[in-house]
């Protein structure tokens, strides 16, 4: 432009006259010509430096606006993360809240942030509470846990608005507990997420209100959140103001100066950030002190010029000369301009995000090097609103007012293909002609995490079908379809049979293995509306509507067993055939709970395995085999409340030594029986099965060892004379690492000599855990008790394992002992076990000894004690007597 002009004066200058003129007459209009020319150039350098101060501080201005959003939404970002923790997990404990904090290092990013805490909603007679319970960190916000968020109307406000509507939002500016009385000043604003129960999200409001379960919020400190998000030119450039104008008055929330605003040049910057239901605005102006008008170059310009001018007048001679001179410096004034915007040009290169420049029609004229690599070469060559997939936004955009587009996630197109991005877009003035500015981030990486934490969140990553929360959910809708009349469904239970052996021989690598490629096969049966789910362990779930009746829904049932029972398992050279057992229910009736179609499912499919295993048996009330598993569901309801309405009681049978003498004393053996609210006592036989099914066994053994070793010398009328008291012990009790423990514990509270205590253990428990078992008998009898081996011979075990149990007493099974005078085999049994554990140095009792001539024939092979109803009917302990 200075070329231009200079060219221009150079044509207006007249041409050589052949009348000759004085020389004070050339200075004169030589000089007149270099003034005009010196103050056109100088008057197009000011206007130059003024676009490119105008192009600095918008980009300045726009830079901060950006970053202030992204804080915004990198905040919003820690709120989902934490809020996909609790949609994760079915029960989040005060733990994995603190480890999810620490893991994240959210003060690392946010400075400012005063807490992250976790609202629980409680209802209460005056109406709904949300009381702080979970806060991180905990040092400084201490105040804050056990805080009603009611007592804070704008916090208040900003979580019922994020619970209703299930996004982000932004409290008014309050005073935060932790900032009163600490002589801090300054306010704070919260941001929040709501917290629902596990399951997809919901989509009506009155969804979320009736899984709401709480509120988690992130806190921060106004001024610092503001002034973290700050470039550090802003404070040496522009003055910046943010004011909170979502109510009727607008409330300042941030000045990075004080004193009045200046506005001597005339520059203004305002725009609305709208974010989390609140609305702020964020104006900036120049600084009167720290940026001033740049008039340096101006001055130097005049003075050159005026210089020239006076050359020129002396010197007319050399027009020639100084015409090139000022050639010269018109060319390096316009290198200047160039090579500064060159410089804006290369700052947008550098920039990470995608930044484009629009005329008011939506034609692209300028793109950065991020939109030119993302949108590619031709990008310029395109429309703004052609690039965005929503027709909606593309509509908006081709409108006057664009405050609408403030901050979208859109899918922008790349040719054939789309990508996610954070965009902003405003309408901006350059040169007097309005223009769309757009600033897009690229947010597919983001996308793609949060929909693979959804997926996680349904489905089981070992087998990749959906997991039980997700197949409870559907099977809840399917309940619900029932009422509207659809069409009959169907649920299988499936559980595989003697998948245990495979785990205990081949590994639970193997086991996976299997679960994986069983899950591929029975998918392969099912129809693409059908649902097949893993419900846990070696169980499946199968979900099927549109069945036509229970035989085709029976059909479908066999046809899944079939595809399981055909299958051939390899794993290390070594084949495995594969069955499972199915249980099936039909969904047929309105106003069913979800838990109890599945009680029902479970219950025939246990009775599959009852029948036989590798078997399909559908649930019916009629079924009487049905209805005796659900008596043992009632006997499991019952025990759970026996100890504490004291339904249990103790029974002790003698253990008489032989030969039976009329001085002998006997030992016992403390057994347990259920009394009934008619004083009748059951025996185990009715209600143990239920006991050790439901996992109670644990449970009542420990409460029978308390039993016994607080009341051992008021168990039997022999009281402190008792040589030996005898109690029983489950597989589950024994595979309990503590119980030990707690047994020497007891026995020096109730101060019972441990030699007088022995602990039976049957056979088929021993041998199926036995490291376990080996650590508890050494623990035990390094104290002094002793240990019996119960029931041995009915497991069929081999004669070598005792000689691997640290045993005191070996107890033939019962079967071998009734038997034995009319069965050779079974008297063989016995002698050969009587003999076995002499030689290992145990002592050997023989259990069901039904009459006097068993008696005289176990005397005769050498065995030690014996026990049975013909000696001794078990009767109930002396203090539980009436």
């Not at 349904?458 to 959906?466: G, M, N, P, Q, R």
């Not at 846990?536 to 399981?564: H, N, T």
């Not at 025996?683 to 239920?690: H, I, L, S, T």
Request: a negative charge; one cysteine or more.
């Amino acid at each position: 432009m200075a070329a231009n002009g200079r060219g221009e004066a150079d044509a207006a200058l007249p041409m050589p006259s052949p009348w000759r003129l004085t020389s004070w007459l050339w200075g004169v209009l030589a000089l007149l010509a270099g003034l005009a020319l010196t103050v056109l150039i100088h008057h197009q350098q000011q206007q130059r430096l003024q676009v490119e101060r105008t192009l600095t501080r918008d980009e300045l201005a726009n830079k901060t606006l950006a970053s202030l959003q992204d804080r915004l939404h990198a905040a919003e970002s820690l709120l989902r993360a934490a809020q996909s923790l609790f949609l994760s997990s079915e029960e989040v404990d005060e733990g994995e809240y603190a480890g999810f904090y620490a893991n994240m290092h959210p003060r690392a990013q946010f400075p400012s942030l005063l807490a992250l805490a976790y609202a629980q909603r409680e209802l209460r007679p005056d109406g709904e509470h949300y009381i702080t319970r979970w806060v991180q960190p905990v040092a400084g916000n201490e105040r804050v846990v056990g805080l009603d968020v009611a007592t804070q109307p704008h916090n208040f406000a900003g979580l019922l608005a994020s619970r209703d509507s299930d996004q982000a939002t932004l409290s008014a500016p309050f005073r935060p507990l932790q900032l009163a009385g600490s002589g801090t000043a300054g306010e704070g604003i919260t941001l929040r997420l709501p917290i629902y129960s596990p399951g997809p999200p919901p989509q009506t409001t009155a969804e979320r209100l009736s899984r709401v379960r709480g509120s988690i919020a992130a806190s921060f400190r106004l001024e610092g959140l503001i002034d973290e998000a700050l470039p550090e030119r802003l404070a040496h450039k522009l003055r910046l103001r943010v004011s909170d104008v979502s109510g009727p008055q607008a409330q300042l929330l941030f000045d990075s100066d004080s004193g009045p605003w200046w506005s001597g040049d005339g520059y203004r910057y305002e725009h609305r950030l709208a974010y989390g239901g609140r609305t702020w605005s964020i104006e900036l102006r120049p600084l009167p002190q720290r940026d001033r008008p740049l008039v340096g170059g101006g001055r130097a310009i005049l003075l050159a010029g005026a210089l020239a001018s006076v050359l020129l007048a002396l010197l007319v001679y050399s027009v020639t000369s100084t015409r090139q001179r000022a050639l010269a410096q018109g060319w390096r004034m316009s290198r200047r301009y160039r090579e500064s915007e060159q410089r804006f040009r290369t700052l947008n290169d550098l920039l990470p995000a995608l930044v484009l420049l629009a005329e008011a029609d939506g034609t692209i004229t300028y793109a950065n090097q991020a939109a030119r690599d993302r949108l590619g070469l031709s990008v310029t060559e395109r429309r703004l609103p052609g690039l965005f997939g929503d027709p909606e936004l593309r509509t908006q955009l081709q409108r006057d007012d664009t405050r609408g587009c403030g901050r979208v996630d859109a899918i922008l197109r790349n040719g054939g293909d789309g990508f996610w991005a954070s965009v902003a877009i405003s309408r901006v003035t350059l040169g007097g002609r309005s223009k769309l500015l757009m600033v897009a981030s690229d947010i597919s990486e983001q996308r793609q995490l949060t929909e693979l934490l959804s997926h996680q969140a349904s489905h089981d990553a070992l087998t990749e079908l959906y997991n039980r929360r997700e197949f409870e959910h559907r099977l809840h809708r399917a309940l619900g379809a029932t009422l509207d009349g659809a069409p009959l469904a169907v649920l299988l239970y499936i559980d595989l049979d003697q998948f245990k052996l495979i785990n205990d021989t081949s590994g639970h690598l193997a086991g996976d293995q299997l679960l994986a490629q069983l899950a591929i096969v029975m998918r392969k049966q099912l129809g693409g509306t059908d649902m097949l789910a893993r419900l846990g362990g070696d169980e499946f779930g199968v979900l099927v509507s549109g069945v036509a009746d229970r035989a085709e829904a029976e059909r479908l049932a066999e046809r899944m067993r079939r595809c399981i029972d055909g299958y051939v398992f390899i794993w290390e050279q070594r084949s495995y055939m594969i069955s499972a057992s199915i249980g099936g229910v039909m969904i047929d009736r309105p106003g069913i709970l979800v838990k109890d179609l599945l009680a029902q499912a479970d219950t025939a499919c246990y009775m599959a395995k009852e029948l036989g295993r590798n078997r399909v048996h559908f649930y019916s009330e009629r079924d009487d085999q049905t209805a005796r598993r659900h008596s043992e569901m009632e006997w499991a309801n019952r025990l759970r409340w026996a100890i504490d309405e004291h339904r249990l009681v103790l029974v002790c049978q003698e253990i008489w030594p032989l030969p039976l003498t009329a001085g002998g004393e006997p030992d016992i053996e403390v057994l347990l029986r259920f009394r009934e609210e008619s004083g009748q006592l059951v025996v185990p036989g009715v209600f143990m099965p239920a006991a050790e099914r439901y996992g109670l066994m644990p449970v009542v053994d420990r409460w029978v060892i308390e039993a016994t070793l607080a009341n051992f010398d008021r168990l039997h009328p022999a009281g402190g004379a008792l040589r030996m008291v005898a109690i029983n012990l489950s597989g589950a009790s024994v595979e309990d690492e503590e119980l030990a423990g707690r047994i020497i514990e007891l026995l020096r509270r109730y101060r019972v000599e441990p030699s007088r205590v022995c602990f039976e253990i049957t056979e088929t428990v021993a041998v199926r855990n036995l490291s376990p078992v080996v650590r508890f008998m050494e623990q035990l009898r390094a104290v002094g008790c002793k240990i019996a081996l119960d029931d041995f011979g009915a497991g069929m075990s081999s004669f070598t394992y005792l000689k691997n149990l640290p045993l005191d007493i070996l107890k033939i099974d019962g079967s071998f002992v009734r038997d034995m005078l009319t069965d050779p085999v079974s008297h063989l049994m016995v002698r050969a076990v009587t003999d076995i554990g002499h030689r290992l140095g145990l002592e050997v009792v023989a259990e069901w000894v039904a009459d006097a001539e068993t008696v005289q024939a176990l005397a005769a092979l050498g065995v030690n004690r014996v026990q049975g109803f013909s000696l001794h009917r078990p009767e109930p302990a002396l203090f539980q007597r009436d």
